[in-house]
């Protein structure tokens, strides 16, 4: 069976995930006048909310050229794309998944970024950063796949800066109301740790952040879903989109998540936290 974090890696592990997005981006080239980050954007931005969340968070960061960000999760590395080529920051990013990272920096590479953006395979629990080294945190949901809140909140603080801003966007529990799998996170409750809010800031507090803000997302999620769902009817799923990520079973990820949205069982939160 593995560790959790190998069950993880083996949920979100594609197989030909780079042939796929190379496929999508041809079929895009000649359709499409926007840039390759921003065609992207659909399924290198794996969170709800894709492009528009991450520039919700990037807002928070108060960011300038020259910061040091730490995006926890990368996953294909989209929202280090973003803080790097708009912002002007020097990203890394870490994740489990190999083939997300692998993926990810060819992609980089591609596009001129590999500079700017380092992402490595490694666990938000153990990263493979000194003390202090960054000035801001991005987490975009990854809290969801981490049963113990206290050390990854711990290991962040560990590696920021005093004064450093970290934002935190999950997937969190907001009513008792079961979940069912498979969902985009996991294909069943072996692998899902979703806490509630009050789970993240007594962590984030313990592990020495000062929570500034917290906005839930749960009307934006929604309207995420209402259009997803209206573009999947008028045309088929684009030649790059959240699908791709998902697998096969993508459409049934998205009925239980709305599902679970609907029903008050689970709500996107927005943590502004400060390290102390």
């Not at 083996?10 to 390759?36: K, W």
């Not at 294909?76 to 080529?85: E, P, V």
């Not at 917290?214 to 995420?224: P, Y």
Request: hydrophobic residues 45%.
């Amino acid at each position: 069976m593995g560790s959790i974090e190998q069950q993880v890696a083996g949920h979100y592990t594609h197989g030909t995930l780079e042939s796929a997005i190379l496929a999508g981006l041809a079929a895009l080239r000649n359709v499409s006048e926007a840039t390759e980050i921003d065609q992207l954007a659909s399924v290198d931005e794996f969170h709800l909310g894709g492009r528009a969340a991450t520039r919700a968070v990037a807002e928070q960061l108060r960011l300038r050229p020259g910061l040091k960000v730490l995006d926890i999760g990368c996953g294909l590395g989209g929202t280090a794309r973003f803080l790097a080529s708009a912002h002007g920051c020097e990203v890394a990013g870490v994740d489990i998944t190999p083939e997300f990272v692998e993926v990810g920096e060819k992609l980089n590479r591609h596009l001129g970024l590999d500079g700017r953006i380092s992402l490595k395979v490694a666990s938000a629990l153990a990263t493979p950063y000194a003390e202090s080294s960054f000035d801001r945190a991005t987490m975009l949901h990854v809290g969801m796949n981490i049963a113990d809140k206290a050390a990854l909140f711990s290991e962040i603080a560990r590696v920021m800066k005093p004064g450093g801003f970290l934002v935190v966007y999950d997937v969190m529990r907001s009513g008792r109301e079961p979940l069912t799998y498979p969902v985009a996170w996991a294909s069943d409750e072996t692998t899902s740790f979703v806490g509630s809010p009050t789970d993240y800031r007594e962590a984030l507090d313990a592990s020495g952040f000062d929570v500034l803000e917290e906005t839930g997302k749960r009307d934006f999620a929604l309207e995420f879903f209402r259009a997803l769902k209206a573009r999947l009817a008028a045309g088929g799923p684009p030649p790059l989109g959240l699908h791709i990520v998902m697998g096969k079973d993508a459409p049934q990820k998205v009925a239980n998540m709305h599902a679970g949205l609907e029903t008050g069982a689970i709500t996107p939160v927005q943590l502004l936290a400060q390290r102390r």
